[in-house]
Nanobody, 118 residues
Framework: QVQLVESGGGLVQAGGSLRLSCAAS????????MGWYRQSPGKQRELVAT?????NYADSVKGRFIISRDNANHKVHLQMNSLKPEDTVVYYC??????????????WGQGTQVTVSS
């Protein structure tokens, strides 16, 4: 199987920064798209940023968040700057993993809470 483990969430004051990381392990041949999503209670999960050959950001985070990937270590990072109280949600990483055993599948992390105080 493939497992994704997230780290880096926590509590920060408005205007501050946090860096989220997500590491994949298991039967991995390659990883196509890596991304971060977030979900508020009672709402649908929404895209924050993705990275493959290029990057894609939600309008709400453009200019504040930076997504990057470490292909050698199967990791994706999200540098979050100028955080706002409305960024307070649970963040999930997602990877499209190519496995010689399981084929190509989407995998999700367990979620990490980010709380921005005003």
């Amino acid at each position: 199987q493939v497992q994704l483990v997230e780290s880096g969430g926590g509590l920060v004051q408005a205007g501050g920064s946090l860096r989220l990381s997500c590491a994949a392990s298991g039967s991995i041949f390659s990883i196509n798209v890596m991304g971060w999503y977030r979900q508020s209670p009672g709402k649908q999960r929404e895209l924050v940023a993705t990275i493959s050959g290029s990057t894609n950001y939600a309008d709400s985070v453009k200019g504040r968040f930076i997504i990057s990937r470490d292909n050698a270590n199967h990791k994706v990072h999200l540098q979050m700057n100028s955080l706002k109280p409305e960024d307070t949600v649970v963040y999930y990483c997602k990877m499209v993993v190519v496995s010689t055993v399981f084929g190509t599948r989407d995998y999700w992390g367990q979620g990490t809470q980010v709380t921005v105080s005003s």
